[in-house]
């Protein structure tokens, strides 16, 4: 019984310097920029070694998809329960105005997440990588669409559901680069709203 507890406490332990570590990250990448920051560097903030950063991840590059996984994890959490809240008979106006509310708009994991796509472009592997993550969120975006297509026409110019979930996060895409520049998050919610409500419907119906 004692090693078992042992093992509880270091995997205890072991989670929660992980745990630290993601989120020094995230603040020092916020801050200088992830191709500005050293695995040191983050070891510091965190108030670690070294080996405790090796210990959980092999690079920078699995520490961010650790990051990016948290957070798209988070958007599709919130999206799928905006979606699923009318039941199948999916009241788009509605589910959109849902998640134009929620939805993450956090402007320095944009920073974080900008700076990687800029990474990301110049190495394919990453690339590939990056890639399968962004379709975590748009399985679960189309998962939802489909299941209420027999109840809910989307326009047919989207296609499919898979189609209609790359028009939902192009335009998430399209939204979160101009709070880049602008910061301003209320009017970006606004912006959000409106290109889902065309996406999504004729465009004329609004609550």
Known sequence: MVPKAVTGRVTRRRVRTRANLLDAAFAVFAAKGFGRVSIE????????????FYSNFGSLDEL???LYE???DLIAEQVSAALAADGPDLDVPAA???????????????????????????DPEVARTLLEHRARLRRAIADRLARARGHTALPAVLGDAEEAAHAVVAAYDG????????????RA???????????????STRH
Request: some cysteine.
């Open 41 to 52: 560097e983050v070891c510091e903030a965190a108030g670690y070694s070294r080996g405790a």
């Open 64 to 66: 961010f998809f650790a």
């Open 70 to 72: 948290q957070r798209a």
């Open 96 to 122: 959109v105005e849902r998640v134009s509310e929620v939805l993450l708009l956090d402007r320095d994991w944009l920073l974080v997440k900008t700076d990687f796509l800029v990474h990301a472009a110049r």
């Open 175 to 186: 939204v979160t680069t101009q709070l880049l520049l602008d910061r301003d998050v209320v």
């Open 189 to 203: 919610r606004v912006w959000l709203g409106q290109l889902l409500t065309a996406l999504l419907t004729d465009g």
